[in-house]
């Protein structure tokens, strides 16, 4: 079991920066594959950016290629999200997952394949 919660969300002029950090409590955290995902009021929960168990080769949505970094420190059992160059289609809440897959390369970008969430950081961009 792990309980995970974000934190770092805010209100940012675009072109801005924010991190979003997501701490996890409870056993095991370096053996979950980590995931971002984001929702905008009235759309569906989409994928932003994955980092697997040894934290290489992270992947990202192509809309934040580029401008995101997904980022893991096991020894504080965080995951972070460096969003730079922020644009007004960020806006969204950003929720952090764990994925306890068997494959330590795992970088799964759909929803169902993750195992818990966080309740979400409000990140809000304006132009």
């Known amino acids: 079991q792990v309980q995970l919660v974000e934190s770092g969300g805010g209100a940012v002029q675009a072109g801005g920066s924010l991190r979003l950090s997501c701490a996890a409590s409870g056993r095991g955290f370096s053996t979950y594959a980590m995931g971002w995902f984001r929702q905008a009021p009235g759309k569906e929960r989409e994928f932003v950016a994955v980092?697997?168990?040894?934290?290489?080769?992270?992947t990202y949505a192509d809309s934040v290629k580029g401008r995101f970094t997904i980022s893991r420190d096991n020894a504080k059992n965080t995951v972070y999200l460096q969003m730079n160059s922020l644009k007004p289609e960020d806006t969204a809440v950003y929720y952090c997952?764990?994925?306890?897959?068997?494959?330590?390369?795992?970088?799964?970008?759909?929803?169902?394949?993750?195992?818990?969430w966080g309740q979400g950081t409000q990140v809000t961009v304006s132009s």
């Open positions: 997952a764990a994925d306890h897959s068997p494959d330590p390369k795992a970088r799964a970008k759909t929803a169902r394949e993750y195992d818990y």
């Open positions: 980092v697997s168990v040894s934290g290489n080769n992270p």
